[in-house]
């Protein structure tokens, strides 16, 4: 199956920096999502980018499907950044709709 | 609002005792799907369905069942749980199995068997 590889795994940053994620993965999709997952648990949908680019507010990211990766960007951090951050693809196909998950990257926000 | 949503966010059981996790969605999504999470594992797909009274096993379906017999809704079914069942549950949606589309996640169940 799809392998999605997430870097880097940890990162702790100074509130206020910048921060790029990285999603790397090993065939064509025609889905791409990233997460982010609050200390509840919860999954909270950041974006929806199979390809192309897309902002939201301090956040944007971009897919470049021919390449096979997509990056994260977070501006100006903030505490209530914190997290895990998941990207999680899908193949189409036989895979019928289901996401493979990378691994996440653990960011902390210090204040 | 459209939304995915899970019912219960809480539950402790104990080993054997039958327990539902119910997942309703309102965006008249035909496929939906059930994934666990846990330390080290990553979320892995247990069941998904493209559409009602269509079901198929994702990758760790063992000890799980679930059913589709409305479009809106897809039960998670813990006959006889066991302790390494203790996990965190996520119910998923989306216009479709094929075509591109977003999926939408609901809150979570945070389960634990004892």
């Known amino acids: 199956g799809i392998q999605v590889e997430q870097s880097p795994p940890d990162l702790i940053l100074q509130e206020g920096a910048n921060s790029t994620l990285r999603c790397n993965f090993s065939?064509?999709?025609?889905?791409l999502q990233w997460f982010h997952q609050n200390p509840w648990g919860q999954l909270i949908n950041l974006f929806y980018i199979p390809s192309g680019t897309k902002q939201n507010g301090r956040l944007s990211a971009t897919t470049v499907a021919t390449e096979r990766y997509s990056l994260l960007y977070i501006s100006s951090s903030q505490t209530t950044d914190s997290g895990v951050y998941f990207c999680?693809?899908?193949?189409?196909?036989?895979?019928?709709?289901?996401?493979?998950f990378g691994q996440g990257t653990i960011l902390t926000v210090h204040p | 609002e459209a939304q995915v949503t899970q019912n219960p966010r809480y539950l402790i059981t104990v080993t054997g005792k039958k327990l539902t996790v119910t997942c309703s969605q309102n965006?008249?999504?035909?496929?939906m799907s059930w994934y666990r999470q846990d330390p080290g594992l990553g979320l892995r797909q247990i069941y998904y369905?493209?559409?009602?009274?269509?079901?198929d096993k994702g990758d760790v379906p063992e000890g799980y069942k679930v059913s589709r017999k409305e479009k809106r809704n897809f039960p998670l079914i813990l006959e006889s749980p066991s302790p390494n069942q203790t996990s965190l549950y996520f119910c998923?949606?989306?216009?479709?199995?094929?075509?591109?589309?977003?999926?939408?996640f609901g809150q979570g169940t945070r389960l634990t068997v004892v």
């Open positions: 965006m008249n999504h035909e496929y």
């Open positions: 999680a693809v899908g193949a189409g196909g036989t895979s019928y709709g289901k996401l493979t």
């Open positions: 065939d064509s999709v025609n889905n």
């Open positions: 369905s493209m559409n009602v009274e269509v079901t």
């Open positions: 998923a949606s989306s216009l479709s199995s094929q075509a591109s589309s977003q999926a939408f």
